[in-house]
T-cell receptor, first 113, second 119 residues
Framework: GAGVSQSPSNKVTEKGKDVELRCDPI?????LYWYRQSLGQGLEFLIYFQGNSAPDKSGLPSDRFSAERTGGSVSTLTIQRTQQEDSAVYLC???????????FGPGTRLTVT | AQTVTQSQPEMSVQEAETVTLSCTYD???????LFWYKQPPSRQMILVIRQEAYKQQNATENRFSVNFQKAAKSFSLKISDSQLGDAAMYFCAYSLVEGSGGSNYKLTFGKGTLLTVNP
């Protein structure tokens, strides 16, 4: 694909349910980032992957949040026992590596009811 | 911790006119990157321009240019000959160049400035 893709585009879930958000980075991009964009907090860093390892998970807001990356490609962000404050747009970005331009996906809008 | 401040929540400009968006930041590092990203209603974040702190020359990309004042920790974006397609949310962002833990290039964003372009 030409760019970073994310699925689903929109997700509505009930409080307490688990959700999985998917990111497909640009082919060959070794670095992958997850960010969260919410009305109250703006854009926040969540986690960074280099290959399949996550050297920086400092932005994950609680232990309900986890992420993995397999094959140096697709990444999944999982939110367990969703809360209303988890409602936000979750953005994924990828780059060739540290110091290279980050390309963003269109995001997943998560609404927790 | 690094912080990025955009003091203008909203700005408007007439088509074909020039507008400047403000950004200040706080860091104790001497080497870093600064960015302006554009986010239209489609939510897709698009890199507009990037400045490396060790370069004194202001970055320019077609109608977009920056005024980088390192001592003042200021990084404003000038849009010349504004077009209707420039209407979007603009975010100023910062990242380190080097550090530990592999987290060097995560972006720290300002709150954004919503730019309206009037025909």
């Amino acid at each position: 694909g030409a760019g970073v893709s994310q699925s689903p585009s929109n997700k509505v879930t009930e409080k307490g349910k688990d959700v999985e958000l998917r990111c497909d980075p640009i082919s060959g991009h070794t670095a992958l980032y997850w960010y969260r964009q919410s009305l109250g907090q703006g854009l926040e860093f969540l986690i960074y992957f280099q290959g399949n390892s996550a050297p920086d998970k400092s932005g994950l807001p609680s232990d309900r949040f986890s992420a993995e990356r397999t094959g140096g490609s697709v990444s999944t962000l999982t939110i367990q026992r969703t809360q209303q404050e988890d409602s936000a747009v979750y953005l994924c970005a990828s780059s060739k590596g540290q110091g290279f331009k980050e390309y963003f996906g269109p995001g997943t809008r998560l609404t927790v009811t | 911790a690094q912080t990025v401040t955009q003091s203008q929540p909203e700005m408007s400009v007439q088509e074909a006119e020039t507008v400047t968006l403000s950004c200040t930041y706080d860091t104790s590092e001497s080497d870093y990157y600064l960015f302006w990203y554009k986010q239209p209603p489609s939510r897709q974040m698009i890199l507009v321009i990037r400045q490396e702190a060790y370069k004194q020359q202001n970055a320019t990309e077609n109608r977009f240019s920056v005024n980088f004042q390192k001592a003042a920790k200021s990084f404003s974006l000038k849009i010349s000959d504004s077009q209707l397609g420039d209407a979007a949310m603009y975010f100023c962002a910062y990242s380190l160049v080097e550090g530990s833990g592999g987290s060097n290039y995560k972006l720290t964003f300002g709150k954004g400035t919503l730019l309206t372009v009037n025909p």
